[in-house]
DNA sequence: CAAAGTTAATCAAACGATTGATTAATATAT
DNA sequence: ATATATTAATCAATCGTTTGATTAACTTTG
């Protein structure tokens, strides 16, 4: 009979998540979060302030468990450039496969938010793993175990781009690749390990050099 | 005096187009639409019958003279399949930098979960080019052109995603690259040519067989 | 211990504002 | 003069938010 320890309010984030990623911030009215986290309406705004707070509190509650996770990769001695990107990259994708309500909804404020305090945190929570990947990258140029022509930038892009696009677009991804994107058993026994293999095996052969590539 | 002959109907097109791709669909009200073409706004239902309605004209008017651009590409006969890939990403990123905003709206309403004739619309537009783009790169492989070990649906996904990752998340972008990625002028000098260059260079390296990508 | 006081949590109801849509009247053009 | 185009005014519905009252739990006081 134990009763989660989870809070009311930890509760509604976790609806609100899964609402905000089904409609949108504009189109998941307060009503209907409330209704579907079983409370009351006035208890968004009491614990939220407002509906752009319950947003915020959203993020911040994500973003607090994150910055301890891309650490310690890029600073570790004992690994080549390329064993940090293929850390990376797993990393990457198993956070996102973990959470990807939430992974959604900044997906979308991103797509459609431009100015204002969340803008701002959600850029700079990417801007992290940007710098932090692109470091890597750098690295890997300056021990020769890249190409020096590679664009840094891009392959940061790639990475961010193909989660975004099997992800995020579900119904194009679903129809691409033959079964439900969406179907948390698909994405653990299909979709992650493929995305994880084929990210790997492109940026293998667009980074390192002819020699290294050879294997 | 010569007026634009283009109707008002296409000019609240036009005006539709750039408030959805910064509002998005459901933060773009009738009212603030209307008054930024500078017409009533019962004149949106007059053409439109309504907001949605408005949205799938939206698309029509671009689905009609899209059709023709995809053509041709896949059929030539003469081309290698690597030109045919490289043709093709030529083609696509014209395409996008050419009407970037209503690519904002496609992608948008690609993040929200929709159902209806809309996303059906969206969808087959999308399939289309997937479907042509994937005949090329399975004729590469048949061809012995490409490594027989690719994994096509997401070198697809690939192209779609560092596009929508450039384009369509500007502020990311613009902070990556050090310079504003929405403006007109840095899209066309810095920002075209570097995406399609990249995505050639990438693609080269994973698509083709040691032998020929030794050039 | 018990009475009084205090606080946070929760609710139904209503608020004013805004939404997309419609009307009925008027203007323009053919 | 008839069809098309355009307008101001208005519609019901929904939006996010606020209110005032109620409950339950804990603190303080006598």
Redesign the pocket.
């Known amino acids: 009979m134990e009763k989660e320890k989870t809070?009311?309010?930890d509760h509604i984030l976790d609806v609100a998540e899964r609402v905000f990623s089904e409609h949108g911030?504009?189109g998941?009215?307060?009503?209907?979060?409330?209704g579907e986290a079983?409370?009351?309406?006035?208890?968004?705004?009491?614990?939220f302030?407002?509906?752009?707070?319950?947003l915020l509190s959203l993020f911040e509650r994500r973003t607090s468990t994150f910055h301890s996770l891309i650490q310690g990769i890029g600073n570790n001695e004992n690994m080549s450039s390329w064993q940090k990107v293929s850390e990376y990259v797993e990393a990457y994708i198993n956070r996102v496969f973990s959470n990807n309500c939430f992974q959604k909804v900044v997906h979308q404020e991103l797509a459609v938010r431009r100015t204002g305090e969340l803008a701002d945190k959600i850029t700079d929570m990417i801007m992290q793993n940007v710098i932090e990947f692109r470091k890597i990258l750098h690295e890997g140029i300056e021990r020769g175990e890249f190409k020096n022509d590679i664009d840094t930038e891009m392959v940061v892009a790639t990475v961010f781009g193909v989660k975004a696009q099997i992800v995020n677009a579900s119904h194009i991804s679903s129809l691409m690749l033959g079964y439900d994107t969406q179907d948390p058993q698909n994405m653990v026994d299909k979709l992650k390990p493929r995305v994880t293999d084929y990210l790997k095996k492109l940026l293998k052969a667009y980074l390192l050099t002819e020699h290294d590539n050879a294997k």
């Open positions: 809070d009311k309010r911030f504009d998941a009215s307060t009503r209907l979060i409330s079983g409370v009351n309406m006035a208890m968004l705004n009491y614990y302030g407002s509906k752009e707070g319950l």
